[in-house]
């Protein structure tokens, strides 16, 4: 998992646990969790991401990723 707006990258996602539609996702390292449940479209997961006492909404969703470009010489 990323967290861009933190600059901290490939944090470890040690625990999934689906029982659709329900997903958790567990990151001990950062003391932090994710509760969400999948969309009928199967393509975003609404949920609340905790760490310590913080907690907020966030929405995972999937998005196509860019096809590299050929470099130019």
């Given at each position: ?12 996602v ?31 997961i ?18 196509a ?6 470099a130019?010489?």
């Amino acid at each position: 998992m990323d967290s861009p707006d933190q600059k901290v990258f490939n944090l470890p996602v040690q625990r999934v646990q689906v029982e659709i539609p329900d997903v958790q996702l567990g990151l001990p390292n950062i003391m932090a969790q994710y509760t969400g449940r999948l969309g009928t479209d199967g393509t975003v997961i609404e949920g609340v991401f905790t760490q310590g006492t913080a907690s907020f909404p966030m929405r995972l969703q999937r998005q196509a990723l860019d096809k590299p470009t050929a470099a130019k010489r």
